[in-house]
């Protein structure tokens, strides 16, 4: 329903690819005129990026409302005593931004809103009654992220779309949980995405479910697990694989072997003529005044985030030399058997539990233990699967193959459980009078990323190729030529498809046409509508689809280019 004159618009492009831009989606948002970067992470829209932001921000709001959300608008900046009441003042450390206002009160930027939010849920919800509820908001939020890159990929400035909703107890949670994971899937659909849904290591935010929604690509930060004999995904943090047990033996007796200069598991492994999985490895942490102490097979590695969970502790950090060497360890020869145990937790990982006379350190330089068993020759403080899932390994669920995956993250789901609102005090009076911590769910996508995802996924050689549902413009009229008869007409045409209900870009700028058909394939514009004379005089204009490059010829009169373009639209999904 906009017309809108380039000759008047704010839309500079380049080009030349900028230098500094690595990913597709940053190129072309800096060539096409989407983005200025302002400082590291923080960028200004271009109104004709401001303009695709609105239209995914509206698909967003339009799915959110569908499941019952209601929109509210949260400050950006908040008191930090809010954020010590639930620890996260120093849990965040320095992505926070902290300042003092003028009166020397502390305040913080939002990297977030649980906090907000669930404050306003204690001070405004008493009653069961006024259960469920759904409060979203899309805001700009900051995080002051050591490395940003890859344009809106990691910024430090972002705006998010974040929901919070709010429920009588943990079972009707569950129940509301699987809309938002479905609105979720709608959202990305309609943003011309194939996002794959994964299982989330739920981390320190709680411990009853979460989700991330993934875009498959080569470059992304994230890596997930799928396998493709039963669907199962996972995110790598959360992903468990099948551990195949070793060989059915009775125990040996327990043997000490010299294996001199064999301070890793491969260098054992090869000096006695076994496979890496027949040895026990051991891996340190520190984990505040606790030492971790993890024995794992020795042809697998720990997963930190599984570990971090099993001994409930958010900050593991690699043991030092001097610390194992206090337990009575050998670094590189270390084992559990004959070790100090005040102050250490011994993690066993599966695998071992499963295993039959292994090979492991024997605390002494230059020696190992043949025939270690778990039980027997130590015990463990806790057997847990500590394991990193690897490319290949046994699906857990089905035993096919599972294939680790790169991809960007553009959406997570949370359970979250009672953590803010017990630390907050939010209660309510339940139907038998009694108070009680509201259960609560969290819901983020990144509205920037998510754009910049789109481009990552729609774009060739010569530009963006907008999928029509979030296009800043439907059509693109481009006049070739500055005579007064071919303005008027392609000014005639825009006005009829602006009418119709299109978004409308004139081109009528005093450019070549050389130049006006590399800017349409740069700004890639779902329709392009040529008014040139060689075409007029046919009497007709030429139409061409951005995706495919489709031609079709329409006599040059604002009734049939409208019915013409909405036909190329319409078979473009529109
Ligand atoms: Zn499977």
Redesign the pocket.
């Known amino acids: 329903m906009a017309l809108v004159r380039w000759s008047r618009y704010f839309l500079p492009t380049w080009k030349e690819d900028p230098a500094e831009a690595d990913l597709p989606s940053h190129r072309l948002m800096l060539r096409a005129g989407l983005i200025r970067p302002l400082a590291a992470g923080i960028y200004t829209y271009l109104p004709f990026g401001w303009r695709a932001l609105r239209k995914v921000e509206a698909i967003v709001r339009e799915e959110m409302d569908g499941i019952g959300g209601a929109e509210l608008h949260m400050p950006v900046v908040h008191p930090a005593e809010l954020w010590a009441e639930t620890g996260r003042l120093s849990d965040f450390g320095p992505q926070l931004v902290r300042f003092q206002d003028r009166s020397g009160r502390e305040m913080v930027l939002g990297p977030t809103h649980e906090e907000v939010v669930t404050d306003l849920a204690r001070r405004e919800i008493q009653s069961w009654r006024q259960l469920p509820l759904m409060l979203y908001q899309i805001q700009t939020k900051f995080r002051d992220e050591p490395r940003s890159r890859g344009g809106l990929v990691r910024v430090r400035e972002f705006t998010m779309k974040d929901a919070y909703s709010f429920h009588e107890d943990a079972a009707d949670l569950d129940r509301y949980y699987p809309e938002v994971h479905g609105a979720y899937l709608r959202i990305f659909r309609r943003c011309g995405l194939a996002v794959v849904p994964v299982e989330a290591d739920p981390g320190l935010m709680g411990g009853l479910g979460s989700h991330e929604f993934m875009l498959p690509h080569d470059e992304g930060e994230d890596t997930f697990v799928s ?1 493709a ?2 669907g ?1 995904t996972a995110n790598r943090e959360g992903a468990a694989a099948r551990k195949e047990p070793g060989p059915a033996e009775e125990p040996l007796p327990l043997e000490e072997v010299a294996t001199p200069g064999t301070a890793s598991i491969a260098e054992v492994a090869r000096f006695l003529g076994i496979p890496t999985s027949r040895t026990a490895k051991a891996v340190f942490y520190r984990a505040g005044e606790r030492t971790v102490f993890v024995v794992i097979r020795g042809d697998l590695e720990v997963n930190e985030a599984k570990l971090a969970r099993a001994v409930g502790t958010p900050d593991l950090v690699p043991a030092t030399e001097e610390e194992i060497a206090a337990l009575g360890a050998v670094p590189g020869y270390a084992s559990p058997i004959g070790i100090r145990r005040d102050g250490v937790v011994v993690v066993a990982d599966d695998s071992v539990a499963g295993a039959r006379n292994l090979v492991a350190g024997a605390n002494r330089e230059g020696f190992h233990l043949r025939n270690v068993n778990l039980g027997r020759d130590f015990r463990a403080d806790l057997v847990a699967d500590v394991a990193l899932a690897r490319d290949g390994d046994p ?1 857990a ?4 193959t599972l294939r680790l995956r790169r991809g960007i993250e553009l959406g997570h789901i949370f359970k979250l459980g009672t953590k803010y609102s017990a630390a907050l005090g939010a209660t309510f009076l339940d139907r038998e009078g009694r108070a009680r911590p509201i259960v609560m769910g969290c819901y983020g996508i990144g509205i920037g990323r998510l754009l910049a995802a789109i481009l990552e996924a729609h774009h060739d050689e010569g530009g963006i190729v907008w999928p029509v549902s979030v296009a800043p413009f439907h059509v693109l009229v481009a006049v070739l030529g500055p005579g007064e008869e071919l303005q008027d007409l392609g000014g005639k045409l825009a006005e009829g498809l602006a009418r119709s209900g299109l978004d409308v870009l004139l081109d009528d700028r005093e450019r070549t046409a050389g130049e006006k058909f590399h800017d349409a394939k740069l700004v890639g514009i779902p329709v392009l509508v040529v008014v040139g004379p060689r075409s007029l005089r046919r009497g007709e204009v030429d139409l061409e689809r951005r995706g495919d490059g489709l031609k079709a010829s329409v006599p040059a009169a604002p009734d049939a280019v409208v019915g013409g373009v909405r036909e190329l639209l319409r078979a473009d999904g529109a």
């Open positions: 396998c004999g039963c199962y699906c669920r089905c035993g096919g």
